[in-house]
T-cell receptor
Framework: KQEVTQIPAALSVPEGENLVLNCSFT??????LQWFRQDPGKGLTSLLL?????REQTSGRLNASLDKSSGRSTLYIAASQPGDSATYLC????????????FGTGTRLQVTL | GAVVSQHPSRVICKSGTSVKIECRSL??????MFWYRQFPKQSLMLMAT?????????EQGVEKDKFLINHASLTLSTLTVTSAHPEDSSFYIC???????????FGAGTRLSVL
């Protein structure tokens, strides 16, 4: 059974700092990995999707990397802004499926002025 | 990105009543939709896979008779929480799978409070 863990559980940084969020998963036989953002009481916004054949994806100030063999992914946020404050979730498909997702425990990010 | 509409966004009901939540795919046809549940400060847990024209597939530990799922069209899935109790209070989120892209698009969620 796939298990996904995110470290740290919570993070507070001053505006402008670069930061790294970590995601680890137990079963490396995944089709892809996604990073999502969730604002309080809201649904999910997909940030980045990395296919199993890729090592990283970039979108603006966000860069996600994937190391399947070690079961790890990182989300790098450059020059953080208060608007980046949210919970960040990573997710991978259930073992043996391409679409049913197992979500990580999330990292609550607070970017202060 | 594609839009998935979830309604209502918030519902408060009395214990023992049933509540229906709708999930609509506005930009594409979705033969597969998913229903998740999220408790406060916890991550999303997959409850069931909703399949258009056939029975839903429930995850282990999820009561089929408690959480009724209907996926009667390619753009609509509904989740009915039957005889709701306070322990059913939670945040429910649906997603629709765009098969060609293998990407799930998520609704904005429904906060259910059972008194």
């Amino acid at each position: 059974k796939q298990e996904v863990t995110q470290i740290p559980a919570a993070l507070s940084v001053p505006e402008g700092e670069n930061l790294v969020l970590n995601c680890s998963f137990t079963d490396s036989a995944i089709y892809n990995l996604q990073w999502f953002r969730q604002d309080p009481g809201k649904g999910l916004t997909s940030l980045l999707l990395i296919q199993s054949s890729q090592r990283e994806q970039t979108s603006g100030r966000l860069n996600a990397s994937l190391d399947k063999s070690s079961g790890r992914s990182t989300l790098y946020i450059a020059a953080s802004q208060p608007g980046d404050s949210a919970t960040y979730l990573c997710a991978v498909p259930h073992t043996g499926t391409a679409s049913k997702l197992t979500f990580g425990t999330g990292t609550r990010l607070q970017v202060t002025l | 990105g594609a839009v998935v509409s979830q309604h209502p966004s918030r519902v408060i009901c009395k214990s023992g009543t049933s509540v229906k939540i709708e999930c609509r795919s506005l930009d594409f046809q979705a033969t597969t939709m998913f229903w998740y549940r999220q408790f406060p400060k916890q991550s999303l847990m997959l409850m069931a896979t909703s399949n258009e024209g056939s029975k839903a597939t429930y995850e282990q530990g999820v009561e089929k008779d408690k959480f009724l799922i209907n996926h009667a069209s390619l753009t609509l899935s509904t989740l009915t929480v039957t005889s709701a109790h306070p322990e059913d209070s939670s945040f429910y989120i649906c997603s629709a799978l765009w098969v060609a892209k293998n990407i799930q698009y998520f609704g904005a969620g429904t906060r259910l409070s059972v008194l």
